[in-house]
Each structure stands twice: as structure tokens, then as C-alpha cells.
């Protein structure tokens, strides 16, 4: 059976994090031109990142490869110990190394060296040792602050890997700023998962105009009641002569008018200046206005100067449309 947990677990956990904390705060001082450096190199590669590391640094490596390829840098991952055993073609004319070794001194990374200085291939290298064999190889040497580990005999790789991959993430996200790349071009790379669901455009997941509920602004209840019933929506748009979005009646807006549904017009029961979301609006944005208004519906304009509207999205299309659209 399991102990329930103890305060000092609870305080043993706090420790780790405050000291990885503190190692990242230094790690952010130390930032200088060697990294402006880095990122000048990743920007000018004409081919591809290659990232290269043993044991938890070869682990972390992968991930920068992986997170340098999903924010516009084209990427990939050799593992340091296969490169001596054939993988090493991997690294071609015309690409960057970054290599990430904790002593800087594992001596699987010797044969890389070897073939990049045989290819001409500059070398990035990630070390806490700044006198160690990888980082006298690298062209542009990054040294992380010298913080201990956080297990109990500052041994196992705990602080030195965080302090590692959040350089990584900085180096891919500084290389992304300095490339401009919009949020299309964040959406491309990631076509599937939450973030491809959060990144999507209105207008891939919204109602078409054939689905809109709209009606007059001197419409009766009669005539506003079958529209919703029709387009079940949960909603009626109302439009003037000119086909502008003036109001939208809700099924809240009806029961607080149920004593005047005889004589009233959609005019009279409406709820003026309706919140409107772009066609080109991601739906991460859609989401956000749907929250803070506490709605589920918005209709939907093609720019922001227009009222005129071309579909309608609800909170359900969102959650339930696949991430790559219909």
C-alpha cells in the first residue's frame, strides 16, 4: 500500500523547482553574443539544423529538433552513438550542428567532429564545461551557468537538461521572431492536434450563408421563432435594408419578451451591436470572444469593417470539427 504523501515530499519537490528556477534565471543573464551568434547561424543554414547528443542530452536534442522544425527551422535529430555506425550522412554540405553534451567530453561525439570539419559543417555546441573537447570543437560555444544538479548527489541530469532545453526553445523562438512567421505560417506546420484545432481559421469550421438565421428588423415573433427553428442555431441575426447585422435574438431574449411576443418586432426584442468574429480569425480568437461574452455563437464578417454577415460559428463546430477541417 501506498503512503499518503508527507509535507516534506511536498517541500523536497518545492526545492527541485525552486533550483531549476534559479538556474534558469541565470542561464537568462548569461544569454550574450555567442547566442545572438547561434541564432545569426541557424538563420544563414541553407540546409537543415542537425541536433546531436548522448544519453538525457541526446534526449533533449531531440526535442530542440523537434521544436526548431515546428517553429519554421527545418531540423532533425542524429543520434551521436549511430553516427559512427553509418549515420553520420546524415550531416551534409550546407548544414549547421547543435550539439548538446552536459561535460562536453562524451566520447561518442568525436566522430561527428571529424565529419563536420571534413564537410565544412560549423558546430554549435551546449556544454556547462567551457574547457571541454566540444565546446574547443564548436565554432560558437554556449555555456550554461555552472548550477548543481538537483538530486541528492547533484549527479543525475535534472537542472543541467531544463537549463538545456529551455536554450533550445530560445534559440528556435529567436530564429522564428527574426523570420516573421505569421500565425498561417505557425498553422501550416501544425495541421493536426490542439494546437492545429486552436490555430484554424473561422471560416474553415463556420456555417455557411445558407445556414444563416436571419431576419428583418420588422420581422414578428412568429416569423423570428420559425427561423430559429429552422436554422438551429439557437439564435436569429438581424439585418437592415442594407443587409448590416444591427441585433441578434437569442432564446433568453424571447422568454424576457414572452408577454409582448404578440406585438413585438424582432427591432423591439433584439440585442443591438452583436459581437462579430472575422472570416480570418483563428478560432483560438473565436473561442476567446465566445468567453469573455459568455456566448456560443458568433456571426461571422469578411474584415473588420464590415457587418454584413457571410456564416455563423458555434462553440460545438469548434470542439467537435477535426483539427485539418471538414
Known amino acids: ?60 536534442a531531440r526535442k530542440v529538433a523537434a521544436t526548431l522544425a515546428a517553429t519554421g527551422t527545418p531540423a532533425h535529430f542524429v543520434h551521436a552513438a549511430e553516427a559512427a555506425h553509418g549515420d553520420a ?34 558546430i554549435i555546441g551546449v556544454s556547462r564545461n567551457r574547457d571541454s573537447l566540444l565546446l574547443r570543437k564548436a565554432d560558437i560555444a554556449l555555456t550554461l551557468p555552472p548550477m548543481p544538479e538537483a538530486c541528492t ?15 533550445g526553445d ?30 484554424r481559421a473561422v471560416a474553415d469550421v463556420m ?25 438551429r442555431l439557437g439564435l436569429t441575426g438581424v439585418v437592415d435594408g442594407a443587409g448590416d447585422l444591427v441585433g441578434v435574438i437569442t432564446d433568453g431574449d424571447l422568454r424576457r419578451h414572452i408577454c409582448d411576443v404578440a406585438t413585438a418586432t424582432a427591432r423591439d426584442v433584439m440585442t443591438p451591436q452583436p459581437k462579430l468574429i472575422e472570416r480570418g480569425a483563428s478560432v483560438e ?23 454584413q454577415p457571410v456564416g455563423a460559428v458555434q462553440i460545438y463546430d469548434i470542439a467537435a470539427s477535426p483539427p485539418w477541417g471538414q
Open 89 to 122: 550522412g546524415m550531416v551534409m554540405p550546407g548544414d549547421l550542428l547543435l550539439i548538446y553534451s552536459n561535460s562536453g567530453d562524451s566520447a561518442e561525439l568525436q566522430p561527428l567532429y571529424a565529419h563536420a570539419a571534413r564537410l565544412g559543417v560549423p
Open 153 to 167: 548527489a547533484s549527479m543525475a541530469p535534472t537542472t543541467s537538461s531544463t537549463m538545456m532545453l529551455a536554450l
Open 1 to 60: 500500500m501506498l503512503r499518503q504523501p508527507t509535507e516534506q515530499h511536498q517541500q523536497n519537490g518545492r526545492a527541485v523547482i525552486a533550483l531549476e528556477a534559479e538556474a534558469l534565471q541565470r542561464l537568462g543573464e548569461m544569454i550574450n553574443g555567442s547566442f545572438g551568434d547561434a541564432v545569426a547561424a541557424i538563420l544563414a543554414c541553407r540546409q537543415r539544423v542537425v541536433v546531436s547528443g548522448m544519453g538525457k542530452s541526446g534526449h533533449i
Open 170 to 199: 530560445a534559440l528556435a523562438v529567436a530564429a522564428m521572431r527574426a523570420r516573421g512567421l505569421s500565425g498561417d505560417d505557425i498553422r501550416a506546420l501544425h495541421p493536426g492536434g490542439e494546437i492545429g484545432r486552436r490555430m
Open 207 to 231: 456555417h455557411g450563408r445558407g445556414r444563416l438565421p436571419l431576419v428583418p428588423a420588422s420581422a414578428n415573433m412568429d416569423a423570428v421563432v420559425a427561423m430559429m427553428t429552422e436554422k
Open 285 to 307: 480568437d473565436a473561442l476567446e470572444l465566445m468567453r469573455a461574452n459568455r456566448i456560443t455563437v458568433l456571426f461571422v464578417v469578411p474584415d473588420a469593417g464590415s457587418r
